[in-house]
């Protein structure tokens, strides 16, 4: 559950597993702990945290890199 409450503060989890973060959240001391634990050990990394635009095309990219991987592949 660690590494889910890592990504819960970055929100980077998918939906379904925030709903289950935030239930366990609810019910347990000893995750609830481990999560304030976590905020604050990345707090001082706040300062550093920007939003950064992706470079143009590199959705396309990705996808077309991964589409001839496919198929050299196989």
């Known amino acids: 559950m ?3 409450l890592v990504e819960y503060l ?3 989890l998918e939906i379904e597993e925030t709903v289950r973060v935030d239930q ?3 019910i347990d001391f000893e995750i609830k702990s481990q999560l304030e634990l976590l ?3 990345l707090a001082p ?3 550093f945290r920007k939003e950064v635009d992706a470079p143009d095309g590199l959705a396309s990219r990705t996808c077309q890199r ?3 991987v496919r ?3 196989g």
């Open 24 to 26: 366990a959240l609810r």
């Open 10 to 12: 970055l929100g980077s």
């Open 2 to 4: 660690r590494d889910k």
């Open 45 to 47: 990394l706040e300062a």
């Open 71 to 73: 198929q050299s592949n």
């Open 66 to 68: 991964l589409r001839d």
């Open 39 to 41: 905020r604050l050990a």
